[in-house]
């Protein structure tokens, strides 16, 4: 028998205790032992639930008895989810987590304190919730080169975008309706401005190159700013609009980021629509694979935990190679990324000179006309780098929208 704790009692936590109830003999088998929750740190109380017998509330009683092999970290954000990590692994014990803000931030570091210890940081859970994406990147695809992943790594915001798109809805009104269905936080910030997706680019970036990716320098856009205009005109040119994050290997450098993107109909992840996630992979051997699933939730986020805590308890005295180094790698400059926009600004009062002057500063372009959407002058560019662009829409005044383009 194999003695777990787990840490933190909320959605994903619970889940953990729930699917490791529900499915225990299957994932005993799959194990090679009997997995036992011994305890259940959390800082409130649970009564009436079976879970309140081996509630604790003091970290030390985990970290001290020497029965715990595996710890669950699933309470989210950094402090005190590192120490109470960090302290782990150099008493021997291997940690399972959920934690995307604390792997993109220390990921590099855990690993290596588990490298030195024989023990294992396993993060499956971290990006893609209940989709595999973390254990095929270490050990499917490995004899490939990737070129390219770019996802859909954030459910909430992928919900808001499909029904804005299917209902015409406004932002503000849809992002209301997925709080009330449990889609969305009450705070929607990391979701909704990127930060949740520019977390898990950078956890798959890392694990690509081998070093430490920060997120920080991963450029950052959210959906925030996107009007029920934007999806007429993306009706128009039969296009999707949806939030990727996106890592792109280029003349042997990557260039990371996340925004708001209309793809085609030819696009891989033009179908990943409501909650789930999608992940596109591009290798030089293997050319397109593509991971679809639940990207969220309790039950498929606890998945994955606990098939990470059935690794760890198979390899209890052995580490699971991750490459994965604390030097920091150099992103390429994202301004020199090459790209297509469209672009929406209010019609002047003599449309004809305006789309001179938009002829003269980006040469050929693709002008769009949407139902319903009148007083203004929207177009598509050719390609041009992000800087270079940024530069010549500088001149014009009354921009309304700026979307990048891919098909």
């Given at each position: 028998m194999v003695n777990i704790a787990v840490l933190g009692?909320?959605?994903?936590?619970?889940?953990?205790?729930?699917?490791?109830?529900?499915?225990?003999?299957?994932?005993?088998?799959?194990?090679?032992?009997?997995?036992?929750?011994?305890?259940?740190?959390?800082?409130?109380?649970?009564?009436?639930?079976?879970?309140?017998?081996?509630?604790?509330?003091?970290?030390?009683?985990?970290?001290?008895d020497p029965e715990i092999e595996v710890v669950v970290e699933v309470m989210g954000g950094v402090?005190?989810?590192?120490?109470?990590?960090?302290?782990?692994?150099?008493?021997?014990?291997?940690?399972?987590?959920?934690?995307?803000?604390?792997?993109?931030?220390?990921?590099?570091?855990?690993?290596?304190?588990?490298?030195?210890?024989?023990?294992?940081?396993?993060?499956?859970?971290?990006?893609?919730?209940?989709?595999?994406?973390?254990?095929?990147?270490?050990?499917?695809?490995?004899?490939?080169?990737?070129?390219?992943?770019?996802?859909?790594?954030?459910?909430?915001?992928?919900?808001?975008?499909?029904?804005?798109?299917?209902?015409?809805?406004?932002?503000?009104?849809?992002?209301?309706?997925?709080?009330?269905?449990?889609?969305?936080?009450?705070n929607p910030e990391a979701d909704v401005e990127g930060y949740d997706a520019c977390r898990k680019i950078a956890i798959l970036t890392s694990l690509v190159v081998g070093e430490q990716v920060d997120y920080e320098d991963v450029h950052t856009e959210g959906i925030t700013k996107l009007t029920e205009a934007d999806f007429k005109y993306a009706k128009a040119l039969g296009a999707s609009i949806k939030l990727l994050g996106t890592s792109r290997k280029v003349d042997g450098t990557f260039y990371s980021m996340v925004a708001p993107?209309?793809?085609?109909?030819?696009?891989?992840?033009?179908?990943?629509?409501?909650?789930?996630?999608?992940?596109?992979?591009?290798?030089?051997?293997?050319?397109?694979?593509?991971?679809?699933?639940?990207?969220?939730?309790?039950?498929?986020?606890?998945s994955a935990v606990v098939s990470d805590v059935v690794d760890a308890v198979k390899h209890l005295n052995e580490n699971i190679l991750t490459i994965w180094e604390?030097?920091?790698?150099?992103?390429?400059?994202?301004?020199?990324?090459?790209?297509?926009?469209?672009?929406?600004?209010a019609q002047a009062a003599d449309p004809e000179s305006q789309k001179q002057e938009i002829g003269k500063v980006f040469g050929e372009v693709r002008y769009v006309e949407a139902d319903g959407v009148e007083g203004e002058t929207a177009f598509v560019t050719g390609t041009v780098t992000e800087g270079d662009f940024s530069g010549r829409i500088a001149g014009f005044g009354q921009v309304r929208s700026v979307i990048r383009v891919d098909f």
């Open positions: 009692y909320g959605t994903v936590g619970s889940g953990v205790v729930e699917v490791i109830r529900t499915n225990g003999e299957i994932i005993n088998k799959k194990a090679g032992q009997e997995i036992h929750v011994k305890y259940v740190l959390d800082l409130r109380e649970f009564e009436g639930d079976p879970v309140q017998e081996i509630l604790v509330h003091d970290y030390n009683i985990i970290l001290e402090e005190p989810a590192y120490t109470f990590t960090k302290k782990a692994l150099l008493a021997g014990k291997s940690v399972c987590t959920s934690n995307k803000e604390l792997v993109a931030k220390h990921g590099a570091e855990l690993l290596a304190i588990a490298r030195q210890k024989q023990r294992n940081y396993l993060f499956e859970a971290s990006v893609g919730g209940g989709i595999p994406i973390i254990r095929p990147l270490n050990s499917s695809l490995t004899a490939d080169d990737i070129t390219e992943i770019t996802g859909i790594l954030n459910g909430t915001t992928n919900y808001i975008l499909t029904e804005m798109a299917d209902k015409g809805a406004a932002f503000e009104d849809v992002l209301k309706d997925a709080q009330s269905k449990g889609y969305a936080e009450r993107v209309m793809i085609g109909q030819e696009h891989p992840l033009i179908s990943v629509n409501g909650v789930f996630n999608g992940i596109f992979i591009h290798g030089n051997v293997l050319d397109d694979v593509m991971f679809y699933g639940r990207g969220a939730g309790k039950l498929p986020t606890a604390q030097k920091k790698y150099a992103l390429g400059t994202y301004e020199k990324l090459p790209g297509r926009f469209f672009v929406r600004m």
